[in-house]
Protein backbone atom coordinates (compact mmCIF):
# COMPACT_ATOMS: atom_id res chain seq x y z
CA UNK A 1 0.00 0.00 0.00
CA UNK A 2 1.57 3.65 -0.49
CA UNK A 3 2.96 5.75 2.06
CA UNK A 4 0.97 8.80 1.87
CA UNK A 5 -3.44 8.22 2.01
CA UNK A 6 -5.64 9.80 -0.11
CA UNK A 7 -9.11 9.60 0.05
CA UNK A 8 -9.99 7.16 -3.71
CA UNK A 9 -12.70 9.35 -4.96
CA UNK A 10 -14.54 13.12 -4.85
CA UNK A 11 -16.73 14.72 -6.39
CA UNK A 12 -18.68 18.22 -6.53
CA UNK A 13 -21.19 20.19 -9.21
CA UNK A 14 -19.58 22.71 -11.51
CA UNK A 15 -18.90 25.94 -9.03
CA UNK A 16 -18.53 23.75 -6.14
CA UNK A 17 -15.32 23.80 -4.09
CA UNK A 18 -13.80 20.15 -3.51
CA UNK A 19 -10.91 19.32 -1.10
CA UNK A 20 -8.62 16.18 -1.18
CA UNK A 21 -6.65 15.28 1.79
CA UNK A 22 -3.61 13.33 2.08
CA UNK A 23 -1.95 11.93 5.48
CA UNK A 24 1.89 10.90 5.89
CA UNK A 25 4.32 10.98 8.82
CA UNK A 26 7.16 13.00 10.02
CA UNK A 27 9.46 11.36 7.31
CA UNK A 28 7.71 12.81 4.10
CA UNK A 29 5.20 15.45 4.48
CA UNK A 30 6.11 16.23 8.33
CA UNK A 31 9.91 17.14 7.02
CA UNK A 32 9.25 17.67 3.52
CA UNK A 33 7.50 19.89 0.48
CA UNK A 34 4.55 18.12 -0.81
CA UNK A 35 3.30 18.41 -4.34
CA UNK A 36 0.22 17.61 -6.17
CA UNK A 37 0.15 15.87 -9.81
CA UNK A 38 -3.39 16.00 -12.19
CA UNK A 39 -3.50 13.28 -14.33
CA UNK A 40 -6.21 12.64 -17.05
CA UNK A 41 -6.12 8.74 -17.89
CA UNK A 42 -3.96 7.91 -20.48
CA UNK A 43 -1.42 10.76 -20.21
CA UNK A 44 1.28 11.26 -18.10
CA UNK A 45 0.94 13.24 -14.63
CA UNK A 46 0.93 17.18 -14.68
CA UNK A 47 2.75 19.28 -11.84
CA UNK A 48 -0.19 21.32 -9.88
CA UNK A 49 1.15 22.46 -6.67
CA UNK A 50 4.82 22.20 -6.00
CA UNK A 51 6.64 23.59 -2.63
CA UNK A 52 3.27 23.11 -0.62
CA UNK A 53 1.17 26.04 -2.41
CA UNK A 54 3.17 27.05 -5.59
CA UNK A 55 1.41 26.83 -8.57
CA UNK A 56 3.50 26.28 -11.93
CA UNK A 57 2.95 28.98 -14.64
CA UNK A 58 -0.52 28.09 -16.24
CA UNK A 59 -2.37 26.63 -13.36
CA UNK A 60 -5.43 28.78 -12.88
CA UNK A 61 -5.48 30.39 -8.90
CA UNK A 62 -8.61 28.45 -8.38
CA UNK A 63 -6.51 25.52 -7.48
CA UNK A 64 -4.28 25.61 -4.25
CA UNK A 65 -2.58 23.48 -1.65
CA UNK A 66 -1.74 24.00 2.03
CA UNK A 67 0.10 21.24 4.22
CA UNK A 68 0.00 21.58 7.86
CA UNK A 69 1.87 18.53 9.87
CA UNK A 70 2.19 16.03 8.46
CA UNK A 71 -1.21 16.20 6.12
CA UNK A 72 -1.70 17.90 3.51
CA UNK A 73 -4.51 18.82 0.96
CA UNK A 74 -5.57 20.29 -2.16
CA UNK A 75 -8.35 22.51 -2.65
CA UNK A 76 -10.17 22.93 -6.37
CA UNK A 77 -12.93 25.84 -5.96
CA UNK A 78 -15.39 27.02 -8.81
CA UNK A 79 -15.57 23.04 -10.09
CA UNK A 80 -15.16 22.37 -14.06
CA UNK A 81 -15.86 19.47 -16.21
CA UNK A 82 -12.07 19.92 -17.44
CA UNK A 83 -10.83 18.86 -13.66
CA UNK A 84 -12.19 15.60 -13.61
CA UNK A 85 -9.18 13.85 -13.56
CA UNK A 86 -6.70 12.27 -10.76
CA UNK A 87 -4.69 13.61 -8.21
CA UNK A 88 -1.76 12.28 -6.58
CA UNK A 89 0.06 13.44 -3.09
CA UNK A 90 3.93 12.98 -3.50
CA UNK A 91 6.75 13.80 -1.23
CA UNK A 92 10.46 12.88 -0.53
CA UNK A 93 10.80 10.20 2.44
CA UNK A 94 13.57 10.47 4.81
CA UNK A 95 13.07 6.94 5.88
CA UNK A 96 13.53 5.27 2.51
CA UNK A 97 15.49 7.95 0.71
CA UNK A 98 13.00 8.39 -2.09
CA UNK A 99 9.79 9.89 -3.42
CA UNK A 100 6.78 8.42 -2.20
CA UNK A 101 3.07 8.68 -3.77
CA UNK A 102 -0.51 8.67 -2.63
CA UNK A 103 -2.98 6.16 -4.28
CA UNK A 104 -4.93 8.99 -5.85
CA UNK A 105 -7.97 10.51 -5.83
CA UNK A 106 -10.26 10.51 -8.61
CA UNK A 107 -12.32 13.85 -8.75
CA UNK A 108 -15.85 13.25 -10.18
CA UNK A 109 -18.06 16.36 -11.71
CA UNK A 110 -21.51 15.73 -11.30
CA UNK B 1 10.74 24.20 -23.67
CA UNK B 2 12.27 20.17 -22.00
CA UNK B 3 10.81 17.73 -23.91
CA UNK B 4 11.34 13.79 -22.88
CA UNK B 5 10.38 10.78 -25.81
CA UNK B 6 10.36 7.54 -24.37
CA UNK B 7 11.43 4.42 -26.71
CA UNK B 8 11.36 0.36 -26.36
CA UNK B 9 9.62 -2.25 -26.44
CA UNK B 10 5.98 -2.93 -24.71
CA UNK B 11 6.21 -6.81 -24.40
CA UNK B 12 9.35 -8.51 -22.17
CA UNK B 13 9.05 -12.06 -21.47
CA UNK B 14 9.54 -13.44 -17.41
CA UNK B 15 13.22 -13.23 -16.58
CA UNK B 16 14.45 -10.86 -19.21
CA UNK B 17 15.65 -7.97 -18.92
CA UNK B 18 13.20 -4.74 -19.74
CA UNK B 19 14.99 -1.76 -21.70
CA UNK B 20 13.74 1.99 -22.27
CA UNK B 21 15.39 4.94 -23.33
CA UNK B 22 14.26 8.42 -22.61
CA UNK B 23 15.70 10.74 -25.08
CA UNK B 24 16.12 14.25 -23.48
CA UNK B 25 15.40 18.02 -25.85
CA UNK B 26 15.90 21.38 -24.55
CA UNK B 27 18.29 20.57 -22.06
CA UNK B 28 21.68 18.38 -21.02
CA UNK B 29 21.54 14.92 -19.36
CA UNK B 30 24.81 16.06 -18.19
CA UNK B 31 23.38 19.82 -16.67
CA UNK B 32 24.71 20.30 -13.40
CA UNK B 33 21.27 21.59 -12.42
CA UNK B 34 19.32 18.47 -13.53
CA UNK B 35 18.21 15.22 -12.16
CA UNK B 36 16.53 11.93 -14.23
CA UNK B 37 14.44 9.85 -12.89
CA UNK B 38 12.29 6.86 -14.07
CA UNK B 39 8.64 6.14 -12.12
CA UNK B 40 6.26 3.55 -13.08
CA UNK B 41 2.14 3.10 -12.58
CA UNK B 42 0.14 0.14 -12.52
CA UNK B 43 -3.04 -0.50 -10.91
CA UNK B 44 -2.45 -2.67 -8.14
CA UNK B 45 1.29 -0.21 -6.98
CA UNK B 46 0.01 3.26 -8.02
CA UNK B 47 2.39 5.96 -9.14
CA UNK B 48 6.19 4.07 -7.55
CA UNK B 49 9.21 6.29 -7.75
CA UNK B 50 12.18 3.72 -9.39
CA UNK B 51 15.65 5.58 -9.40
CA UNK B 52 17.73 8.55 -10.65
CA UNK B 53 20.77 9.93 -12.03
CA UNK B 54 22.34 12.99 -12.29
CA UNK B 55 26.00 14.18 -12.64
CA UNK B 56 27.55 16.86 -10.05
CA UNK B 57 30.93 16.32 -11.04
CA UNK B 58 30.91 12.60 -11.46
CA UNK B 59 27.81 10.33 -12.12
CA UNK B 60 25.56 9.64 -9.46
CA UNK B 61 22.92 6.79 -8.44
CA UNK B 62 19.80 6.66 -6.21
CA UNK B 63 17.44 3.74 -6.48
CA UNK B 64 14.20 2.90 -4.61
CA UNK B 65 14.76 -0.04 -2.41
CA UNK B 66 11.92 -2.40 -3.43
CA UNK B 67 14.16 -2.66 -6.87
CA UNK B 68 17.83 -1.91 -5.72
CA UNK B 69 18.71 -5.27 -6.95
CA UNK B 70 17.71 -5.28 -10.19
CA UNK B 71 17.75 -1.84 -11.45
CA UNK B 72 20.21 -0.05 -13.57
CA UNK B 73 19.79 3.45 -14.70
CA UNK B 74 22.02 4.90 -17.48
CA UNK B 75 23.04 8.30 -19.20
CA UNK B 76 24.75 8.72 -22.65
CA UNK B 77 26.00 11.74 -22.97
CA UNK B 78 26.35 10.84 -26.82
CA UNK B 79 22.87 10.69 -27.61
CA UNK B 80 21.49 12.93 -24.36
CA UNK B 81 19.16 10.54 -23.06
CA UNK B 82 19.29 8.23 -20.20
CA UNK B 83 18.26 4.59 -19.94
CA UNK B 84 16.46 2.05 -17.66
CA UNK B 85 17.31 -1.34 -17.47
CA UNK B 86 14.80 -3.77 -15.08
CA UNK B 87 16.38 -7.62 -14.49
CA UNK B 88 14.85 -10.37 -13.95
CA UNK B 89 11.07 -9.14 -14.52
CA UNK B 90 8.11 -10.98 -13.68
CA UNK B 91 4.41 -10.46 -14.57
CA UNK B 92 4.27 -7.62 -11.08
CA UNK B 93 6.67 -5.25 -13.06
CA UNK B 94 3.48 -4.84 -15.92
CA UNK B 95 3.16 -1.11 -15.54
CA UNK B 96 3.60 1.96 -17.63
CA UNK B 97 7.13 3.43 -17.16
CA UNK B 98 7.68 6.95 -17.10
CA UNK B 99 10.61 9.39 -17.56
CA UNK B 100 11.05 12.53 -15.42
CA UNK B 101 12.66 15.51 -14.21
CA UNK B 102 13.83 16.99 -11.57
CA UNK B 103 15.73 20.24 -10.62
CA UNK B 104 18.27 20.78 -8.24
CA UNK B 105 16.91 22.12 -5.32
CA UNK B 106 13.38 20.95 -6.03
CA UNK B 107 11.82 17.69 -5.12
CA UNK B 108 8.88 17.77 -7.67
CA UNK B 109 8.88 16.26 -11.64
CA UNK B 110 8.34 18.91 -13.45
CA UNK B 111 8.57 17.40 -16.88
CA UNK B 112 7.40 13.97 -17.93
CA UNK B 113 7.75 11.91 -20.84
CA UNK B 114 4.62 10.52 -22.04
CA UNK B 115 4.76 6.53 -20.50
CA UNK B 116 5.27 2.76 -22.34
CA UNK B 117 3.43 0.41 -21.34
CA UNK B 118 5.16 -2.24 -20.74
CA UNK B 119 3.68 -5.94 -20.46
CA UNK B 120 5.40 -8.86 -19.06
CA UNK B 121 4.07 -12.17 -20.49
CA UNK B 122 5.25 -15.09 -21.99
Known amino acids: QSVLTQPPSASGTPGQRVTISCSGS????????VNWYQQIPGTAPKLLIYNNNQRPSGVPDRISGSKSGTSASLAISGLQSEDEADYYC???????????FGKGTKVTVL | QVQLQQSGPGLVKPSQTLSLTCAIS??????????WNWIRQSPSRGLEWLGRTYYRSKWYNDYAISVKSRITINPDTSKNQFSLQLNSVTPEDTSVYYC????????????WGQGTLVTVSS
Open chain 2, 100 to 111: ARTEMGSRFFDY
Open chain 2, 26 to 35: GDSVSSNTAI
Open chain 1, 90 to 100: AAWDDSVKGYV
Open chain 1, 26 to 33: NSNIGGNT
